[in-house]
C-alpha cells in the first residue's frame, strides 16, 4: 500500500485561504474516489469533502460547504482541497483517504496529514 502525502497546511488568519494538496508518490489514483479528512484536538476524524474518480461528482459536508472547493487534475495525480473564508474552528490536522474503502482497510493508507491552523 502507499501512504498518500498531503501538504499545504499552515497558519492563516481568520477570513484567509489555503490550498491544500494530496498525491500517492509512485502510485496512481486517478480510478479511485478521494475524500478529504479533518481532525481537530480531541475529535474525531470526519470527512469534510469527496470527489468522484472523474471528478465530475462532489459532495461536502455541512460545515465547510460554500467554502471549500475540492477538485482533482488526474494529469498530475493530484487532488486539491481549496479552502476560503477559514474560520477558527477549521483548525485541524487534514488528510485525505479512499472513502470508498471500509474504514479498516482505510489504515493502510493515512499519512501524516498537514496541520492547518486559522488564527488572528
Known amino acids: 500500500q502507499v501512504q498518500l502525502v498531503e501538504s499545504g497546511g499552515g497558519l492563516v488568519q481568520p477570513g484567509g485561504s489555503l490550498r491544500l494538496s494530496c498525491q500517492a508518490p509512485g502510485y496512481t489514483f486517478n480510478n479511485y474516489e478521494i475524500g478529504w479528512y479533518r481532525q481537530a484536538p480531541g475529535k474525531e476524524r470526519e470527512l469534510v469533502a469527496y470527489?468522484?474518480?472523474?471528478?465530475?461528482?462532489?459532495n461536502y459536508a455541512d460545515s465547510v460547504k460554500g467554502r471549500f472547493t475540492i477538485s482533482r487534475d488526474n494529469t498530475r495525480n493530484t487532488v486539491y482541497l481549496q479552502m476560503t473564508s477559514l474560520k477558527t474552528e477549521d483548525t485541524a490536522v487534514y488528510y485525505c483517504?479512499?472513502?470508498?474503502?471500509?474504514?479498516?482497510?482505510?489504515?493502510?493508507?493515512w499519512g501524516q496529514g498537514t496541520q492547518v491552523t486559522v488564527s488572528s
Open positions: 470527489i468522484s474518480s472523474s471528478g465530475g461528482r462532489t
Open positions: 483517504n479512499y472513502p470508498g474503502l471500509p474504514a479498516r482497510s482505510r489504515n493502510a493508507y
